[in-house]
């Protein structure tokens, strides 16, 4: 017999969980899908989450191991137990999941858990790991079933020498070499875990430079940063083949603008060429629920798909792949389903690149300003100018905010140095206010704290920083 519920989200990650909760909150009564074993989606199980705690373990090896003598603390080398540092990852992991199944719970969600599948706008089967199916009914229909990894052409993942992200977070040991494919964010933030656990890591990436989409002054400083690292980069570069037979890779590079092929040899290959929308088994074709050229479930302003009644949010539509996006979108189309406003404002969603240093980024870059004919002002401070970075010998990177040539507001903010993801914070709140560079310049902010160089910066754009 079919359950009638207000609202049914199929996918439990950031953006299904998160738009449960809020649409409970809103006194709808909600239902939520999820075909994996535990709730949370690719951010919690496969993704943010356990990348975030192996960056964390490994990022304090190599400083324990490098930097922890100048400080005048005597460990000698540290060892690595990889079998114990993937545990802690995954008692990580444990501990967000049950959260996420805690807070279902707790706003009386009801879960349903199998593949879910529309069988018309207000009808959903799900049919469980047994084959057993069930109907669920609802007014409204929200998809959240994110995305999965985008495969390379002739190139099998097997998740144990060629990989992908989620392989890459749980190899049973440090390969001696490690050949990414694409310097994007998943290749440099893994890229960065096995390398400082001993790897030889190699990225090979198509584009004539690293991190397309970032600021192209801060990705060019950013890997300089990681190959003096250690780091090596193939740019302009394509992986052809990989040929597994032998107890190493042998994987086929050619230079994208033609010319000779050359052969690496590599232990583990990681493919991140980037992510599809994943929509498989849905049943979107015969509800008439229309996608884009890339896949990607079409979307009005409210979320509203092609069919009166269903909805789609985070990975799975257009947009930056990133949970506090996804989330974001689930409060708004809770909201709106509410007979409410929800809004997402897509110029103001902050990027963060958890390596060391960290690289994070709101708004626009300047070769997007340029692109879009917008005059700009540029002010930029290091952060060897800073004191606490000096003194914390933290001093790589820098903080560049673009501001509107005429009207001086905040258009971008980069941020490549220590702890940029936590300040990046203050420049979204700025932006979102619609403040000026002065805003940010006059604002009081403590000494000594990293987050000196933003002020500064944002002096710098009327070129009266005063620590340089
Ligand atoms: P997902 O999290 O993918 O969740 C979709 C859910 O739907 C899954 O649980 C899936 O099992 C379920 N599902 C799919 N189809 C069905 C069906 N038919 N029936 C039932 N259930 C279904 N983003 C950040 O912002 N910060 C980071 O630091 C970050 N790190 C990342 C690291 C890695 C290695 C990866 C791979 C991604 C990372 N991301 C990060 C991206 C982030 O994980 C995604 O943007 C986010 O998870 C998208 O959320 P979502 O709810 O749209 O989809
Ligand atoms: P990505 O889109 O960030 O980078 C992919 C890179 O691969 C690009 O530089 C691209 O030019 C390159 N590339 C594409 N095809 C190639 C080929 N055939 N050969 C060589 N290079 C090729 O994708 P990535 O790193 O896989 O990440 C997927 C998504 O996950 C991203 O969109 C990101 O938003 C999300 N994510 C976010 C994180 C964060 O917020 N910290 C962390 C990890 C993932």
Excluded at 146 to 175: C, F, H, M, N, Y
Excluded at 179 to 200: K, P
Excluded at 252 to 273: K, Q, R, Y
């Amino acid at each position: 017999m079919a359950e009638n519920f207000d609202l049914i989200v199929i996918g439990s990650g950031p953006g299904g969980y998160v738009c449960a909760i809020r649409a409970a909150q809103l006194g709808l009564k909600t239902a939520i899908v999820e075909k994996d074993a535990s709730f949370g989606g690719t951010c919690l199980n496969v993704g943010c989450i356990p990348s975030k705690a192996l960056l964390h373990a490994s990022e304090l090896f190599e400083e324990a191991g490098g930097k922890f003598a100048a400080m005048g603390i005597g460990i000698g080398a540290p060892a690595l137990d990889l079998a114990a540092m993937m545990r802690f990852k995954d008692e990580g992991v444990e501990g967000n999941v049950k959260g996420v199944a805690f807070l279902l719970k707790k706003n009386k969600i009801e879960a349903f858990r199998g593949v879910g599948r529309i069988l018309a706008p207000g009808r959903v089967e799900v049919k469980g790991a047994d084959g057993a199916t069930q109907t669920v009914e609802a007014r409204n229909i929200v998809i959240a079933t994110g995305s999965d990894v985008a495969k390379l052409k002739d190139v099998a993942i097997d998740e144990s020498r060629i990989v992908s992200s989620t392989g890459a977070l749980a190899l049973p040991q440090v390969p001696e070499r490690l050949l990414v494919v694409g310097a994007g964010v998943i290749g440099l933030e893994l890229g960065s875990v096995w390398r400082r656990l001993g790897a030889q890591v190699i990225v090979v990436e198509f584009l004539d430079r690293i991190m397309p989409g970032v600021d192209l002054e801060v990705a060019n400083q950013f890997q300089r940063i990681l190959q003096r690292q250690g780091m090596r980069f193939k740019l302009g570069s394509k992986v052809t083949a990989i040929d597994a037979s032998e107890s190493r890779l042998k994987v086929s590079i050619e230079p994208v603008a033609g010319g000779a092929a050359e052969i690496i040899e590599a232990d583990v290959a990681l493919i991140a060429i980037g992510r599809v929308p994943h929509t498989e088994g849905l049943g979107l074709e015969a509800v008439g629920v229309a996608r884009d050229e890339r896949g990607r479930i079409l979307t009005d302003a409210h979320f509203a798909t092609s069919v009166p009644g269903i909805y789609a949010i985070g990975d799975v539509i257009a947009g930056p792949m990133l949970a506090h996006k996804a989330e974001d979108e689930g409060v708004a189309v809770a909201e709106i389903l509410a007979g409410r406003a929800g809004h997402v404002n897509y110029d103001v969603i902050p990027n963060v690149i958890y390596t060391y240093p960290e690289l994070a980024s709101v708004g626009r870059s300047e070769d997007e300003l340029k692109a879009e004919g917008i005059a700009y002002k540029v002010g930029k401070f290091p952060f060897s100018a800073n004191g606490r970075a000096k003194v914390n010998r933290q001093t790589e990177g820098f903080v560049k905010i673009l501001a509107d040539a005429a009207t001086d507001r905040v258009l971008g903010v980069h941020i490549l140095g220590p702890d940029a993801g936590n300040m990046i914070a203050e420049a979204a709140v700025a932006m979102e206010f619609g403040a000026s560079s002065e805003d940010i310049a006059r604002t009081c902010h403590a000494h000594p704290t990293l987050s000196e160089a933003v002020k500064e910066a944002a002096l710098a754009v009327e070129k009266r920083a005063i620590h340089v």
